[in-house]
């Protein structure tokens, strides 16, 4: 059964890093989504990307943030300068219409 | 604006006991889907089941079940006959679609015990 795949599983990275967490969505979907979920918190959007572009993002989506399809495969999630408050499991997600699928998720700990 | 409360953070209960997740909705839109989602001890999100706004009807799939009522704006979901590999945090979550959103919004989760 096809699935999302994330890379790498767990990304510990610096303060001010720049950090791109890789993800490739289930082949013939159209939308792609991140997603955050703070440790013992809930699932937060971030942003959704169809036709390779931007379709929605929410308040924490900040420059700080940007989305990527860089190829027919990939979906990428660049945070540039890192802060501790970005520690969280990140998911990306997909979907052909309603039911989004996702990804088994980064954990970033920022130090 | 869209909101999803699950008021039960946690519930414990032994196997084979029936157990009820609670979940209510706030939505101006009239059209909108519901989603109950899984997340076991690994990690993973699993979707388990969407409902639209225009449909009511209850759903059974198995030992889980689902109840929408528009009256109340709830989605309960009910296992039955409860095992212990159901021991996850179930998620219930949002999408409004009158403006073609299609971002999930998420309750903060009721984490479920079974205990054997």
């Known amino acids: 059964e096809p699935e999302v795949t994330q890379t790498p599983s767990h990304q510990v990275t610096q303060m001010g890093q720049e950090v791109i967490l890789r993800c490739v969505p289930i082949s013939n979907h159209l939308y792609f989504y991140w997603y955050r979920q703070i440790l013992g918190q809930k699932v937060e959007f971030l942003v959704s990307?169809?036709?390779?572009?931007?379709?929605?993002k929410s308040e924490i989506f900040d420059d700080q943030f940007s989305v990527e399809r860089p190829d027919g495969s990939n979906f990428t999630l660049k945070i540039r300068s890192t802060k501790l408050e970005d520690s969280a499991m990140y998911f990306c997600?997909?979907?052909?219409?309603?039911?989004?699928?996702f990804g088994p998720g980064t954990r970033l700990t920022v130090t | 604006a869209q909101k999803v409360t699950q008021a039960q953070t946690e519930i414990s209960v032994v196997e084979k006991e029936d157990v009820t997740l609670d979940c209510v909705y706030e939505?101006?839109?009239?059209?909108?889907?519901l989603f109950w989602y899984k997340q076991p001890p690994s990690g993973e999100l699993v979707f388990l089941i969407r409902?639209?706004?225009?449909?009511?009807q209850n759903e059974i799939s198995g030992r889980y079940s689902w109840n929408f009522q528009k009256s109340t704006s709830s989605f309960n979901f009910t296992i039955t006959a409860s095992q212990v590999v159901d021991s996850a945090v179930y998620f219930c979550?949002?999408?409004?679609?009158?403006?073609?959103?299609?971002?999930?919004?998420f309750g903060s989760g009721t984490r479920l015990q079974v205990q054997p």
């Open positions: 979550a949002l999408s409004e679609r009158d403006t073609g959103r299609r971002a999930l919004t």
């Open positions: 990307f169809y036709n390779n572009e931007i379709s929605e």
């Open positions: 997600a997909s979907s052909i219409r309603d039911e989004q699928y």
């Open positions: 409902r639209n706004s225009f449909d009511e």
């Open positions: 939505t101006r839109d009239t059209t909108y889907y």
